[in-house]
């Protein structure tokens, strides 16, 4: 069974600084997806990155970007000049396509921007 | 504006007492799920659908139900709600990999 697993349950940075989160995997499969949600105080559940398995490039948007790495199934996010609006729960989630399309969610970590 | 449109957000009920929480999507998606959200536990799936009157068991269906008669439409139902049921609950939907769009959730509460 797959399973996702956060390492960091909190993190706090100041206003303008990158941070990275932590996020690590098992599974067999070769083909699948990872993605990054924001849950902001808002609790609307938003997606911010998504990474093919398949695809070696890293995927970026905007402020954040991912550092895949398959072999050791690890998935971080990198968040660059951090913005108060960035202060949210991050979860890390897996999914295998061509079955139930369920996504396997890790326990999130609590991202704190200072000003 | 493409969304997913769940109701209630919030909900306080008593143990045993029927309810239906809606869900709609006007996306035109085949999959939709519903998730419960723990503190420390992330989301767990209670229970998905690949198309109209496919709908299948997620990791913790003990005590909800679902339906799927129309494409847009994925209620979930609490036949007689206990008070481990208290959670926040998410439904989503998605087209294929690209990743699901949640809706707003619904803070629900068994007492």
């Known amino acids: 069974a797959q399973t996702v697993t956060q390492s960091q349950p909190e993190m706090s940075v100041q206003e303008a600084e990158t941070v990275t989160l932590s996020c690590t995997y098992d599974?067999?499969?070769?083909?699948?997806?990872l993605f990054w949600y924001k849950q902001p105080p808002s609790r609307q559940m938003i997606l911010v990155i998504r990474?093919?398995?398949?695809k070696q490039q890293n995927a970026t948007e905007n402020r954040f970007s991912v550092n895949f790495q398959k072999a050791a199934k690890s998935f971080s996010l990198k968040i660059s000049d951090s913005q108060l609006g960035d202060t949210a729960m991050y979860f890390c989630?897996?999914?295998?396509?061509?079955?139930?399309?369920?996504?396997?969610w890790g326990a999130g970590t609590k991202l704190i921007i200072k000003p | 504006e493409a969304q997913v449109t769940q109701n209630p957000r919030y909900l306080i009920t008593v143990t045993g007492k029927k309810l239906t929480v809606t869900c709609s999507q006007n996306?035109?998606?085949?999959?939709m799920s519903w998730y419960r959200q723990d503190p420390g536990l992330g989301l767990r799936q209670i229970y998905y659908?690949?198309?109209?009157?496919?709908?299948d068991k997620g990791d913790v269906p003990e005590g909800y139900k679902v339906s799927r008669k129309e494409k847009r439409n994925f209620p979930l139902i609490l036949e007689s709600p206990s008070p481990n049921q208290t959670s926040l609950y998410f439904c989503?939907?998605?087209?294929?990999?690209?990743?699901?769009?949640f809706g707003s959730g619904t803070r629900l509460t068994v007492v």
């Open positions: 989503a939907s998605s087209s294929t990999g690209e990743g699901y769009t």
């Open positions: 996306m035109n998606h085949e999959y």
């Open positions: 659908s690949m198309n109209v009157e496919v709908t």
């Open positions: 599974t067999s499969e070769n083909n699948y997806y």
């Open positions: 990474q093919e398995a398949y």
């Open positions: 989630a897996f999914m295998k396509p061509w079955s139930n399309y369920q996504l396997i």
